[in-house]
């Protein structure tokens, strides 16, 4: 089953503007981690946070997480058309020795 | 360089047939994991492998096989019995047995269609 959930489905922006996903998950977790996947291609990490952490940056990228809420943000400052690709929330959790991914969310940015 | 080698990277089957994928990595990681990405969608598990000579079933193992004799390769069978198998596949490896912790590298992904 399929935990994380990403917020918008898709998303579409101006170069230079920011680029907020969201994404849910449904019972608590170890760690939270965020993919790239440029398309026809594999995924590539991100950033990974933990969850007794509330905040962790990474270049541009910025993810938040609320435990209490069980939700995490991935926010992408000053996008560049580079950054076009699905991007996709991971969740580790409980005893199991697997991550579960979300349906992602594809990121468009305009020249 | 250290990475994941995937190969082939689109592959034809005709209905019925067995197909292989091949899953290599040189990173010495010790688990090694098949994800089925079909369009539009999330990853969904196959099989992983947390150590040599041991795997354990995903979400969507009908269908599937695979193998670990070697730390550095995890091949898997799509056989007859998979009903819908074309789809994109990805193979990843984790440097931990345990994933909690662990990050992902992924393979450039191999694309099958059955025809």
């Known amino acids: 089953s399929q935990q994380g959930e990403e917020d918008p489905q898709a998303l579409s922006i101006q170069e230079g503007e920011n680029a907020t996903m969201n994404c849910s998950y449904k019972t608590s977790i170890n760690n939270l981690q965020w993919y790239r996947q440029n398309s026809g291609r594999g995924l590539v990490h991100l950033i990974l946070?933990?969850?007794?952490?509330r905040e962790k940056h990474s270049g541009r990228l910025r993810v938040t997480l609320d435990t209490s809420k069980k939700s995490s943000s991935l926010l992408i400052t000053a996008s560049r058309a580079a950054d076009t690709a699905s991007y996709f929330c991971a969740t580790a959790g409980g005893s199991n020795y697997k991550l579960t991914f979300g349906k992602g969310t594809l990121l468009t940015v305009n020249p | 360089d250290g990475g994941i080698t995937q190969s082939p990277k689109y592959l034809f089957r005709k209905e019925g047939q067995n197909v292989t994928l091949s899953c290599e990595q040189n990173l010495n990681h010790d688990a090694m994991y098949w994800y089925r990405q079909d369009p539009g969608q999330g990853l969904r598990l196959i099989y992983y492998?947390?150590?040599?000579?041991?795997?354990q079933k995903g979400d969507i193992a009908e269908g599937y096989s695979v193998s670990r004799e070697k730390k550095e390769s995890f091949p898997l069978t799509v056989t007859s019995a998979q009903k819908n198998p074309t789809a994109f596949y990805l193979c990843?490896?984790?440097?931990?047995?345990?994933?909690?912790?662990?990050?992902?590298?992924f393979g450039e992904g191999s694309r099958l269609t059955v025809l």
């Open positions: 990843a490896s984790s440097i931990e047995r345990q994933t909690r912790t662990g990050e992902l590298f």
């Open positions: 946070i933990r969850s007794n952490e």
């Open positions: 492998s947390q150590i040599v000579n041991d795997f």
